[in-house]
């Protein structure tokens, strides 16, 4: 697959890789930056690609970790805000968007059991292709899927 042709069937994913940003509370516009970076990282390491994989696995795997990479930037600015003096966000939960009760329930969740769920529930990839994004057994994805599902019932039974 040439570089040209990479690219241009990566951004069939952008909408799925905003939706998987936009799940884990992160914001529309800073969505778009993930989503941004997670194609510079994807050209950068287009050579790795190999066409007998899914190219969508290749993508979610390196936008989990453009979402990682983002998560521990924004925790050293906050330890260097709070050792310069500047205030803290009151709330280091990620802000909710309108009023879905779904969302918020998933955003309870741990990061294991979230991104499961985000994989496998709202980009309907199969277990097998979740264990590989997330380079845990499949016996594992559905160990977390089965907690996400025990934990969000008991969300909404409060």
Do not use: C, H
């Not at 992160?26 to 390491?45: C, M, N, P």
């Not at 979610?60 to 805000?81: G, H, I, K, N, Y």
């Not at 277990?127 to 019932?153: C, D, F, Q």
Request: zero cysteines.
């Amino acid at each position: 697959m040439s570089d040209e042709s990479l690219m241009l069937e990566a951004r069939r994913f952008e909408k799925n890789l905003l939706n998987f940003f936009w799940r884990q509370g992160v914001s529309y516009s800073e969505g778009e930056d993930l989503v941004q970076e997670t194609y510079l990282r994807l050209w950068k390491y287009r050579g790795e690609y190999r066409p007998t994989a899914k190219l969508s696995t290749f993508l979610f795997l390196m936008a989990r970790q453009v979402r990682l990479d983002a998560l521990r930037r924004d925790t050293r600015r906050e330890l260097r805000e709070e050792r310069w003096g500047k205030d803290r966000p009151a709330s280091a939960e990620p802000p909710f968007v309108g009023r879905d009760d779904v969302r918020r329930a998933v955003g309870r969740l741990s990061d294991p059991l979230r991104e499961v769920v985000e994989l496998g529930v709202f980009q309907d990839l199969p277990y097998a292709e979740v264990g590989k994004i997330l380079g845990i057994p499949v016996g594992t994805v559905k160990s977390r899927m089965s907690n996400a599902l025990k934990k969000l019932k008991e969300f909404f039974d409060e």
